[in-house]
């Protein structure tokens, strides 16, 4: 079992940043990779950016790329998205998600956290 809690989440205007921060606990050796995705109304749930435990390796969407950073701290076994310039289309619920194998797909993720809001507006 690992269990995941978001926190962090607000309301910005859009240019400004904002911090999330994801909480493991459980076995969490059992996982090699943290992802962070999201998902707007009516959209499907996609990919943000991910970091391996060991190395802090990471992996960035198109879509955020130079504007967000992912980073991890092992002795809190927490996780941290640091969202900079952001833009009314970055508003969406932000879930942390634990695997054992670098992907940018839903399904190979295995466990979820609830998530936490993130609204921009213009």
């Known amino acids: 079992q690992v269990q995941l809690v978001e926190s962090g989440g607000g309301l910005v205007q859009a240019g400004g940043s904002l911090r999330l921060s994801c909480a493991a606990s459980g076995r969490t050796f059992s996982t090699n990779i943290m992802g962070w995705f999201r998902q707007a109304p009516g959209k499907e749930r996609e990919f943000v950016a991910a970091i391996s435990w060991r190395g802090g390796s990471t992996m960035y969407a198109d879509s955020v790329k130079g504007r967000f950073t992912v980073s991890r701290d092992n002795a809190k076994n927490t996780v941290y998205l640091q969202m900079n310039t952001l833009k009314p289309e970055d508003t969406a619920v932000y879930y942390c998600?634990?695997?054992?194998?670098?992907?940018?797909?839903?399904?190979?993720?295995?466990?979820w956290g609830q998530g936490t809001q993130v609204t921009v507006s213009s």
């Open positions: 998600a634990a695997g054992h194998r670098y992907s940018r797909t839903v399904g190979e993720y295995d466990y």
